[in-house]
């Protein structure tokens, strides 16, 4: 071990012969596009199939980004909307999160950044499967039409909050029963299942494509966030696919799966003896792990951003491992801390109490690591560096509400307040969306060539930053006062004082400048585009092998002639002795002195 | 949930004991070599179809346990009323035994080298399949003449979702047979179908597996069966 310490890698340059035979590698069969369309539309290549899953889900996001200040514009000045009704509203806040949590969040870390990312990084020529993967990026999008298709149906898009509990979901008192619910289920079917094909991909890639040299002690971090989200994300969904299709059954053919027998209008519905509990389960038992599926790519991402950025290996690289997927096994066994409320037995709750508390151990270990990381680190403050910082501290915030949350006895009160807003926002909201904007500044310069202005990043940077604060924080302050969560309007409540409607006017204005902000994002990736300043091959001078491919943007097939070899982990950055404060991973170590 | 979670234990422990062989306590940061010093930590040599089954074969079977689950959960409310199953089942079962074996048949002969076996194997199979798929038709046929219709009970509501979530799956695995059955209609090479004839067999034994596991739940005796074990658990 550690042949080469002490030996000043001065004179070693990539390539160099005589240190390790060639990669035995077979070549893989590439597929050629052999037109316009197959190269930019039907296309497999993983490169162009994870540009076209960032920029449907951003446009998708987009529409939920309109949606929250809807919402905002409705809380701050009840009344005084026309076009806002309560329905709407319930409309507003249901397609809101929907779209943000899986057609966006999910849809962009593990389509849009794992398509990109995992066969850069570990050495791979393309996914696997290039045909399925294709495949699942246009079952996507065809998921994606569908739920917009529920805007304009007669009735609008559902209105039964994103967790669609049943029987709320399927009765008549909630917008959008006529079809906006039956589009929901078959969208997010169509989800799962274009999701299905590409996380076939993603796991298989990194069990079986990654390049001579790269084991998994050295996969960055990324990959191993993404890799295990997968996972989570592969063995969760089929539970949201279950819910899904049966909830299809009861609306639309009758079945009593989850519905109970119940009086609607005065009419006695057909249905009878179905278990509402039951849907929350299986709706639960996905919901949670995606939590993680969110939080581990963002963990990963996070994780090479500031080694990178800080010149500086990742402190714990172990840990770091073994903390991802502890995580993942433990995020199976909390699921149930949704359901204080629905009513269970009290040693349940305290089962799942003491599970999301000791999820909070892997955790902490991870964030620690990061603070070490960073410590007498050679900071510079760039752009993806800021949105790394800005995570640990946001993640950490909301982490600790999670804390107070994560027990039942203070849960019960809160449950239904902003309070569980003010806390998701920050912790699977704000936190895994500042990651993306740090990923996006970080890997643009390879997608495209050119780097993302500088000046306009950090304005949108503090803007964001400072207003997610200026949101959440008084947030959670109007959740204590006990103001609920999904009201259209408060009306005149005692226990509501003045200062909680300021405050809801003052949350709305920061929600609609860091809304103009995000459009200041659009702009730069469009402008920076024709106009950024020519990146190099290497512009973070970061030592993974994605930054080393020959060409930038990588050409088809990644690597020219010859796969990389990688012979050292992802995080050499100021070696002692070594000419520059980065090697690259695919750089042999000095010949043994003799 | 304890259905699912006992599966997603199991799954859970393939992986445990994978990663163990992976050398997770190695200090990356002072191994700085070639592969060549640190063996058996490189990529799985397998074919990535193989690998790909396989992950595709958790995510199948993680979907029928939740199913399953389901079905537990749901059958312990009063209005459950179990159903016949219609004797035409256990011809089916029979049926599908022959496709599975007519498949193993299949796979054998393509590891023995004997192409013309391989390819009366995998037709068989498919026919042998297909008859099943008619045959699951006709029993639900049957019982809907017999009044049991799919929103009459939960219990044929889960007979209907689980018989048909099973036959869409097998649907699935006939495309990728035909897919196979005509690279050996059209002279591929032996080594060019081996692979894809043993991954054909290994998913029609995971259905017909799971099949007779789903057979025995919706038999009304074993329903009751379930039921007897369960108050002896609580």
Known sequence: MG???????????????????????????????????????????AKVIAIQYSITALSIGLVALVLSWLIRLQLAFPSSFSAIGPGEYLQFITMHGMIMVIYLLTALFLGGFGNYLIPLMVGSRDMVFPYVNMV???????????????????????????????????????????????????????????????????????LQARTRGMTLMRLPLTVWGIFMATVLALLAFPALFVGSVMMLFDRVLGTSFFMPAIFELGQHLKYRGGSPLLFQHLFWFFGHPEVYIVALPAFGIVS?????????????????????????????????????????????????????????????????????????????????????????????????????????????????????????????????????????????????????????????????????????????YIGLLGVPRRYFEMGDLAFIPQSATTLNIFITVAALIVGFAQMVFLFNLIWSLFKGKPAGSNPWRATTLEWQTPETPPGHGNWGKELPVVYRWAYEYSVPGAKEDFVPQNQPPAPRAA | MSITLLFLAVIGAIVAWWLSRQRLTAKPWLEVGAIDDFPGTGALSLPAATIGLGVFLAVVGTLFALLISAYFMRMQVADWAQMPAPKLL??????????????????????????????????????????????????????????????????????????????????????????????????????????????????????????????????????DFAIICRQLLT
């Open chain 1, 3 to 45: 042949k080469s310490e002490g030996i000043p890698m001065v004179d070693v340059t990539i390539g160099a012969g005589g240190a390790v035979q060639p990669a035995e590698v077979k070549d893989v069969e590439l597929y050629h596009p052999k037109s316009w369309v197959t190269k930019y539309v039907f296309c497999q290549d």
């Open chain 1, 136 to 206: 699942s990026y246009w079952v996507y999008l065809l998921a994606v039409l569908v739920l917009v298709a529920s805007f304009f149906t007669p009735g609008g898009p559902t209105g039964a909050g994103w967790t669609l509990y049943p029987p709320q979901a399927v009765l008549s008192g909630t917008p959008g029963r006529e079809w906006g619910i039956i589009l929901m289920l078959a969208s997010l079917i169509l989800f799962i299942i274009g999701f299905t094909m590409g996380g076939l991909n993603y796991v298989v890639t990194v």
């Open chain 1, 304 to 476: 090479d951003l500031i080694s990178t950025h800080a010149r500086k290996n990742i402190f714990g690289y172990r840990m770091m491992v073994w903390a991802l997927v502890s995580i993942g096994a433990l995020s199976f066994v909390v699921w149930a801390h949704h359901m204080y409320v629905s009513g269970m037995n009290p040693y349940f709750g305290f089962f799942f109490a003491a599970t999301t508390l000791i999820i909070a151990i892997p955790t902490a270990i991870k964030v620690y690591n990061w603070v070490l990381t960073l410590w007498h680190g050679d900071i510079h403050l760039t752009v993806p560096m800021l949105f790394a910082l800005s995570f640990i501290v946001t993640f950490v915030n909301g982490g600790l509400t999670g804390l107070f949350l994560g027990n039942p006895v203070v849960d019960v009160p809160l449950s239904d307040t902003m309070f569980v807003v003010a806390h998701f926002h920050m912790v699977m909201g704000m936190a895994p969306i500042f990651v993306i904007f740090g990923a996006i500044y970080h890997w643009y310069p390879k997608v495209t060539g050119r780097m993302l202005n500088e000046t306009l990043g950090q304005f949108h940077f503090w803007v964001s930053f400072l207003g997610a604060y200026a949101i959440y924080f008084p947030m959670h």
């Open chain 2, 90 to 223: 256990w011809f089916n079962t029979g049926v599908l035994i022959l496709s599975s074996v007519a498949l193993q048949y299949a796979q054998v002969a393509a590891r023995r080298g004997r192409m013309g076996d391989v390819g009366d194997g995998l037709i068989a199979g498919g026919l042998f399949a297909f008859a099943f798929l008619v045959g699951q038709l006709f029993a639900w046929q049957q019982l809907n003449a017999e009044g049991y219709f799919l929103a009459t009970n939960p219990a044929n509501a889960f007979f209907y979702l689980l018989t048909g979530v099973h036959g869409l799956h097998l649907l699935g695995g006939l495309g990728a047979l035909a897919l196979t059955a005509d690279k050996v209609w059209r002279g591929f090479e032996l080594g060019q179908v081996r692979s894809s004839v043993q991954l054909c067999a290994v998913y029609w034994h995971f259905l017909l597996a799971l099949w007779l596991v789903l057979f025995s739940l919706l038999t009304p005796w074993v329903g």
